[in-house]
């Protein structure tokens, strides 16, 4: 979908978000929150897929790694892009709250979906052939304000000292590890960011599943 396409996509949910009725946004805010809470879970998952036990000692077992990086971005970006969606929902309702991520969180994850998942097939295939960063990469790490790194960005940093304030369960599990993703991304702060999400998502599911009846006429 083009850029145009999504502006005026999102100009029609803002009509509709701002028209509805509260029995209208209560229903669509119970459908939203399960949505989130789908990706949020998925996303938990690919953790565990990504930092479980198995060991990359060959090369497909590095290529499944490198994979599972692949989708633990997307599927996170998409907890994230719902998860705005019930912010919304919830301000126009007049019960404003702010969810996690927060905001620079949000917007490295953003961007590391965007360099490293969904344009990773055609700037990995420039930086090969010209040995050069495509002008988009260029642009967001000076956006960001990160150095950046003189090979390739699809790096992945991973320490092997828990950082201070790690639980035993995060350590058991892997995820308490320092690692950072194309220098721009944390994943153990991505992590504990989306296990909160998952706790808020379920708070916010037993408050508004009573009082999301469907309103006449509302197909799920």
């Known amino acids: ?10 100009a029609l949910l803002t009509d509709a978000i701002t028209d509805a009725t509260e029995d209208h946004l209560r229903y669509a805010l119970d459908g939203t929150i399960g949505d989130t809470q789908s990706f949020c879970w998925a996303a938990l998952r690919q953790y565990d897929r990504k930092f479980g036990l198995h060991v990359a ?5 590095f290529g499944l790694q490198h994979a599972d990086l692949h989708l633990l971005l997307v599927v996170a970006h998409e907890a994230v892009s719902h998860t705005e969606l019930v912010e919304r929902l919830l301000g126009q309702l007049g019960e404003t709250q702010s969810l996690p991520p927060d905001p620079v969180l949000r917007l490295r994850l953003r961007e590391a979906r965007n360099l490293l998942a969904e344009h990773r097939d055609q700037r990995v295939l420039y930086r090969r ?34 950082p201070p304030g790690a639980t035993m369960v995060e350590v058991t599990e892997g995820h308490a590890s320092v690692g950072l993703v194309g220098g721009m991304l944390s994943l153990p702060e991505l992590h504990a960011a989306l296990f909160a999400l998952e706790r808020d998502l379920e708070e916010l599911a037993t408050k508004h599943r009573a009082r999301g009846v469907p309103p006449k006429g509302s197909t799920s």
Not at 1 to 10: A, I, V
Not at 143 to 159: M, T
Request: aromatic share 6%; proline share 8%; net charge neutral.
């Open 129 to 162: 052939l010209t040995a050069r960063h495509t002008p988009h990469v260029i642009d967001t790490y000076s956006r960001l304000g990160i150095q950046l790194p003189d090979g390739s960005i699809d790096s992945e940093i991973l320490g092997y000292f828990p």
């Open 1 to 10: 979908m083009g850029r145009r396409h999504l502006q005026e996509q999102d």
């Open 57 to 61: 000692r060959t090369p497909k077992g």
